[in-house]
């Protein structure tokens, strides 16, 4: 049974630091890349950051860049977010999605596989 299962959200101050992981299993990971994808209320889901199959090309949303950063363990079936320098408009809920290209547009509709959220609020 395939699966993504996020962890490492919660409640952040402004300026403050999450690393987000998501868990897969029943698939060939190291064949898929792996992207991160957020939904903020009222507001339609969008591409954070996705990362290739062998992890070796990242892209990432105009509005995180230099803030955060995608990786993968493909000897643990996991993929991380290193957020830092958060802002109020990181809120929302942060998916893991599975792309069968090995290359991703990180683009919504081109995911194949998604996890259940993890939801981060950055609030004083």
Same mark, same amino acid.
């Given at each position: 049974q395939l699966q =993504?299962?996020?962890s490492g959200g919660g409640l952040v101050q402004p300026g403050g /630091? =999450? *690393? =987000?992981?998501? !868990? !897969?299993s029943g698939f060939t990971f190291d064949y898929y890349a792996i992207g991160w994808f957020r939904q903020?209320?009222? #507001?339609? *889901?969008?591409?954070v950051s996705c990362i290739s199959s062998r992890g070796t090309i990242t892209n990432y949303a105009d509005s995180v860049k230099g803030r955060f950063t995608i /990786? *993968? %363990?493909n !000897?643990? $079936?996991?993929?991380?977010? @290193?957020? $830092?320098s958060l802002k109020p408009e990181d809120t929302g809920v942060y998916y893991? !999605?599975? %792309? *069968? @290209?090995?290359? /991703? #547009?990180?683009l919504v509709n081109n995911m194949d596989y998604w996890g259940k959220g993890t939801l981060i609020t950055v609030s004083s």
């Open positions: =993504l299962v996020e /630091s =999450l *690393r =987000l992981s998501c !868990a !897969a903020a209320p009222g #507001k339609e *889901r969008e591409g /990786s *993968r %363990d !000897a643990k $079936n996991t993929v991380y977010l @290193q957020m $830092n893991c !999605a599975a %792309d *069968r @290209q090995t290359i /991703s #547009k990180c």
